[in-house]
Structures are given as structure tokens and as C-alpha cells.
């Protein structure tokens, strides 16, 4: 029994794919074409496609407002506020040596202004001295005693 013909086989490293169909994206409709209504002479009324096209709408031109006051004003100070910042800072960077000299006198007359009055006492007690006492006095006080909150207090008192 002779075999049957086979096609010879060829052999391939890579399969062979079919190729895939490109995904299929929808896409969307163009417009649609307008319909009117329009009424014949003998009154009928026919509803179809229009065969031109219908003018759009056209959108309404924006009206240009004008600049608020305050933002004009507020505007045309920007650049004096900001000047004047910058000259007070310049101001106090030229003043700055002088300022700290100040300082440095304030705190010397205040030093002066505390230190002038204690000097004085000091310097009369060295020179006037104090009175001496000869006596010597002690108080003893033997009891005291006093009832209820705003009691009035009792007590001896000797003197020797």
C-alpha cells in the first residue's frame, strides 16, 4: 500500500503567528444633518433634512469691563509702599552705629540714676557714723492669747 503525500515540512525557530486584527476604536458620528419643519402652501406640514445647513448661534461678544478703582489704586501705591520700606531700611542701616551708642548711654544713665543714691547713703554713713547706744533695753513678752478668729489678743509684756 503506497503512503499517502504529505507537503513537506519546513521548520520554523520563531511560530508564525497570524497577524492580529488592529483593535477596533469607535468612532463617533458626524453630525447629524439639521431638520426643519416647513409648511406648504396647501398648509401641510413637512418635516425633513434641511438641504443647507442651519447658521449656528453665534456666541455673544464679551464685553470688556474696566479696572476697578481700588485695583488702580492699590496699583499705583505699591511701588511707594515698597520704596518706603526700602528707604527705612537703608535709613536704619545708616542709623545702626548711632542707635547702638544710644542704647549703651541709656543703660550708663540708668545706672547713674541707681547708683548715685546708694552712693550717697553710703558715703553719709562712713562720715556721720551711727549714734551709739549705751543702754541695752530687752522686751519679754511672757504670753499671749487670743480667742475666735478676730479675738483680740491679751498678753505681758515686760520690759527690763
Known amino acids: ?72 489704586t492699590t496699583a499705583l501705591l505699591a511701588p511707594t509702599v515698597g520704596g518706603g520700606i526700602a528707604a527705612a531700611g537703608y535709613g536704619l542701616s545708616a542709623a545702626a552705629p548711632g542707635l547702638i551708642a544710644a542704647a549703651h548711654a541709656l543703660w550708663a544713665a540708668a545706672a547713674l540714676l541707681v547708683l548715685v543714691p546708694l552712693g550717697a547713703v553710703a558715703i553719709l554713713r562712713a562720715v556721720c557714723g551711727r549714734p551709739r547706744e549705751e543702754h541695752t533695753e530687752t522686751t519679754q513678752i511672757v504670753q499671749v492669747t487670743a480667742t475666735g478668729l478676730f479675738g483680740r489678743a491679751n498678753g505681758t509684756i515686760n520690759n527690763r
Do not use: C, N
Open 1 to 72: 500500500m503506497p503512503l499517502p503525500e504529505h507537503p513537506p515540512t519546513t521548520h520554523h525557530p520563531i511560530p508564525i503567528t497570524e497577524p492580529t486584527p488592529a483593535p477596533l476604536i469607535p468612532v463617533q458620528p458626524g453630525p447629524l444633518p439639521d431638520v426643519q419643519t416647513i409648511q406648504l402652501p396647501d398648509g401641510r406640514l413637512i418635516t425633513g433634512y434641511a438641504l443647507t445647513p442651519v447658521q449656528p448661534e453665534l456666541a455673544p461678544v464679551p464685553v470688556v469691563r474696566p479696572v476697578p478703582s481700588w485695583a488702580k
